[in-house]
């Protein structure tokens, strides 16, 4: 795979992204690796089994959510499809014969930040129209929505942080909302 340019290159500093205090922090994920793997309805089942077998997951992703395995995380963004995500070292990707799906990669489609600190879901509620409160929205939850007109998916960490997926083409201009919205939460 190449090696993808930050969308955010010459925007996102260090400074911006921990300069709200320690209650927030928004930071660019790097080496995103982004697989969308595809199956048609009559082998749902197999292939869910061989990406949950062949990544070491712990589980069965169920739609709306996802399961992590160290650094890889395979969400069940749709029915018929999952993403594999992974920051770390580029990992091998089940192959799938045309008769049981396809595997795209989408990995210079798309930027991952990071949001961290007690503020960081008081912060996406300011842009994102769904309930990220724990009993709604409980870590291992994944959902695409909207942040200003523009499709995003957001997930929900182990850790209670927040990952969010922009689209490549957007990632600057929401970036530079979110920081500006963020400066509200800085200490002193």
Not at 12 to 39: C, K, M
Not at 48 to 70: D, F, H, K, S, Y
Not at 91 to 105: F, M, R
Request: with cysteine; proline share 5%.
């Amino acid at each position: 795979m190449a090696s993808p340019i930050s969308a955010l290159d010459g925007y996102h500093t260090a400074e911006h992204s921990n300069g709200y205090g320690r209650e927030l922090a928004i930071e660019e994920v790097t080496g995103l690796q982004l697989i969308q793997v595809a199956a048609w309805a009559d082998n749902t089942d197999s292939v869910e089994q061989r990406l949950v077998a062949e990544l070491g997951m712990p589980g069965i992703p169920l739609p709306g959510t996802a399961v992590q395995n160290g650094d890889v995380l395979l969400a069940r963004v749709e029915p018929l499809k999952w993403w594999i995500l992974n920051s770390g070292a580029e990992i091998s990707v089940p192959e799938l014969s045309p008769t049981e799906g396809c595997l795209l990669d989408l990995s210079h489609s798309r930027t991952w930040l990071a949001i961290s600190g007690e503020n960081a879901g008081s912060l996406l509620n300011r842009f994102l129209p769904i309930d990220l409160r724990d009993a709604v929205f409980p870590a291992g939850s994944i959902a695409t929505t909207a942040f200003h007109h523009t499709g995003v998916t957001v997930h929900r960490s182990a850790d209670g942080s927040y990952n969010l997926l922009l689209l490549r083409s957007f990632a600057v201009s929401l970036w530079q909302m979110m920081h500006e919205t963020a400066l509200q939460f800085k200490a002193g």
